[in-house]
């Protein structure tokens, strides 16, 4: 609803079919195998390797985007796989790159390993993490030309893209959250201060999933102020553990800026307010204790339904007493929204660049298996013996010099490998000697 310009008409923002948690599997492309190639031409003696490199696999980057309301889009197709690159050819062609994959998610997405550990937080639109980094492309053998190696005959094979399951998490992004019992009117009253429609009816839990609402004041000449209020699913007492949908709803109360704690003071209201108050204190306080130091506003909710006892509430400090049917006091509490939501803002440091979120490269780890050989594990250790035909001798010198580079031998002897023992690296299999 727009305060003061009766014809304008409001931005609105009502979810439909809101989806807050999901799996996710991305998968870099793979990259292209470079070439054995040897240049033949008439006339042209020795023409030497001229294998090309393969073409880079694509990345896949989860970008925060303004225009994505919920996680709806992976719920039913969970699958993200980026263009692969393709192969290198003859006379120095290289393979071209597969292209990057981009997937969009609202604004506010936290990014989770199955083990729960935290990968990303998605806040502010532009915001990106590269979810799947694609498989390098693998070098000819034009590339291992040397004095001492003048006709390779070996090349690279393209290196398999990232590939994992992730863990996505809204957490909503708004400047209001409405909190309060379950059937204590914020459907109600979201319904009347914006042109968000949420379902509405007299039982418990009608709202079981967040509702937006975009508020507008007109601030006179062309000026208006806009603010986005979040009805949040009613909290009931032991949310903060988990009881009901719990923390399912307490995480959209997170990034809010201003907390309006709505009380029931109808007679047939779950509990007196004061009781309300100090249950919905702590269950905000018990999931995030950070909450209770939010700016907030304490609203005696439903006011035309309020017993004789509720008229006087002496034990608690209501800034507002409002009545979402009668439109009582809507308008006041709307304008002290929008001036805590203001301060709230002004408070906040300014960013005119997004954040470019890239994954920590790691290094190589060595595990024993159960047939009591030794596996070395990592992308760089892999990428070491990543070659077209590892039977040939010099193919193997060159993964030999890659590995002991990385300190792969040292590792070995350093975990208890010792003469004989078997190694898995990638596809490569051999037996472990001293030195």
Request: hydrophobic share 40%.
């Amino acid at each position: 609803m727009t305060w003061g310009r009766p014809a304008g008409r409001p931005y609105t923002c009502r979810v439909s079919g809101f989806v807050d948690e999901c799996n996710l599997n991305v998968r870099g492309g793979d990259g292209g195998a470079g070439c054995v190639s040897t240049r033949r031409e008439a006339h042209v003696p020795k023409g030497g390797p001229d294998g090309g490199d393969g073409g880079k696999g694509g990345d896949i980057w989860l970008v925060a985007d303004h225009n994505v309301a919920s996680l709806l889009a992976f719920r039913d197709h969970p699958h993200r796989k980026a263009e692969s690159g393709s192969h290198g050819s003859g006379k120095g062609k290289h393979g071209h790159s597969g292209a990057d994959l981009v997937i969009a998610v609202p604004e506010g997405t936290s990014i989770y390993d199955f083990d729960g550990s935290l990968l990303a937080d998605l806040v502010h639109a532009g915001d990106r993490w590269l979810a799947a980094e694609g498989g390098r492309g693998g070098r000819g053998n034009a590339r291992f030309l040397s004095n001492r190696r003048r006709a390779p005959s070996f090349a690279e094979q393209g290196e398999e893209g990232q590939g994992h399951w992730l863990r996505l998490e809204l957490k909503l992004m708004a400047d209001v959250a409405l909190v309060g019992y379950p059937n204590v009117g914020k459907s109600t009253l979201i319904s009347r201060i914006s042109a968000a429609k949420p379902k509405i009816a007299d039982y418990p839990f009608t709202t079981l999933e967040p509702n937006l609402g975009v508020v507008r004041l007109d601030e006179g000449g062309d000026g208006s102020f806009e603010m986005v209020v979040a009805d949040i699913p009613g909290v009931i007492e032991g949310a903060s553990e988990g009881k009901g949908l719990g923390h399912q709803f307490l995480r959209h109360i997170e990034r809010a800026r201003v907390l309006a704690i709505l009380l029931d003071l109808a007679e047939n209201a779950m509990a007196p307010p004061a009781e309300q108050l100090e249950v919905l204190l702590g269950e905000l306080g018990a999931y995030r204790p950070e909450l209770l130091e939010r700016p907030r506003i304490v609203v005696g909710s439903r006011a035309d339904v309020a017993g004789p006892d509720a008229l006087d509430v002496s034990d608690v400090e209501l800034d507002f007493r409002v009545s979402a049917v009668t439109g009582d006091n809507l308008r006041p509490l709307v304008g002290r929204m929008a001036d805590e939501v203001r301060a709230a803002r002004s408070d906040l440091p300014t960013a005119d660049t997004f954040v470019v979120l890239h994954p920590v490269a790691e290094g190589f780890r060595i595990e024993r298996e159960d047939d009591a050989s030794y596996r070395v594990l990592g992308r760089e250790a892999e990428r070491a013996v990543a070659f077209s035909d590892l039977t040939n001798l010099d193919a193997l010198d060159e993964a030999h010099r890659r590995l002991s580079r990385m300190g792969v031998d040292k590792a070995l002897a350093k975990a208890g490998a010792t003469e004989g023992d078997i190694v898995r690296i990638g596809k490569l299999t051999f037996a472990y000697e001293n030195g």
